[in-house]
């Protein structure tokens, strides 16, 4: 998410499921395969689906960090099925209608955000 005035941006990951989210992760910088890897696969999606049971398929947009090989064979290692869907098909990305909820939100609020930190603060709360 960004200030559409051209203002500070930050950039977020969060899983979705049927019975709720995980929590936000606010990324600094440059999302790499490895950090995708290191920071998001390892501490949040893998214990997240062991916790279920492994009963969820993981669905992830075709970003390069995504599709990277040592991603996916981090996936393929750890048990975590994967959904595979087309490039681009925004109809099985529900995480984008959430992303615009949340925008919808912001920009809706009677007292918008002035900072970075006000922005990311009202992420968490929502």
């Not at 209608?97 to 970075?116: A, I």
Request: net charge positive.
């Amino acid at each position: 998410m960004c200030d559409r005035f051209g203002g500070g941006g930050v950039m977020v990951w969060a899983g979705i499921t049927h019975c709720g989210r995980t929590d936000l992760k606010f990324i600094n910088g440059s999302l790499t395969r490895l950090r995708y890897r290191e920071e998001i696969l390892s501490p949040i999606v893998q214990p997240f689906i062991a916790m279920h049971g492994n009963r969820h398929t993981f669905e992830q947009e075709n970003d390069r960090c995504h599709a990277a090989r040592v991603c996916t064979h981090y996936l393929r290692q750890n048990n975590i099925d994967i959904l595979s869907w087309p490039a681009l098909s925004t109809d099985l990305a529900p995480i984008k209608h959430f992303w615009n909820k949340l925008d919808k939100c912001e920009r809706r609020c009677n007292q918008p955000t002035e900072s970075v930190y006000q922005l990311r603060a009202a992420l968490v709360e929502e």
